[in-house]
């Protein structure tokens, strides 16, 4: 278990990296909101977006997950709690007004990227529109 990375995987640096040359700056490994104790890989915090690069393993992806033959009603159960944990993190963001974008370690990275750039660019737009829209003192 050692050997399981719990940062800097393959899959989050080359979601990193894509990002870095679109020109965008983030956090990395960063607690959204200081009192969840869960950090996301990636996070916008002007923006509010927070990323997070889900194993498929790790995270019961529907299309590769596959049980684990030995103790596999351990396993079982922490993937459950895994999942259950997701659910609830992505709750308690979106209802503190984060956007969440979670990222399966097989998506092709060049189109989870957009997705997250959309998300960051959408964000600063709204931004700006409402800074613009308010009533000048």
């Not at 990193?16 to 965008?24: F, V, Y």
């Not at 009192?35 to 529907?62: E, K, M, N, Q, S």
């Not at 033959?69 to 503190?96: C, H, P, Q, Y």
Request: hydrophobic share 35%; with cysteine; proline share 4%.
């Amino acid at each position: 278990m050692q050997a399981n990375k719990a940062r800097d995987t393959g899959p989050e640096r080359r979601i990193r990296s894509l990002l870095h040359k679109m020109g965008l700056r983030y956090r990395v490994n960063a607690r959204p909101l200081t009192g969840l104790r869960r950090t996301a890989d990636v996070v916008f915090p002007a923006a509010r977006v927070a990323v997070f690069i889900d194993g498929c393993y790790w995270h019961g992806c529907t299309e590769h997950y596959r049980p684990a033959r030995a103790n596999d009603r351990f396993w079982s159960d922490k993937i459950s709690g895994n999942r259950a944990r997701d659910a609830e993190t992505n709750g308690v963001l979106t209802e503190a007004g984060w956007t969440v974008i979670r990222i399966w370690e097989h998506e092709d990275p060049h189109e989870a990227v957009n997705r997250v750039a959309a998300a960051v660019r959408g964000a600063a737009s709204r931004r700006v529109h409402l800074e613009r829209s308010a009533p000048s003192s």
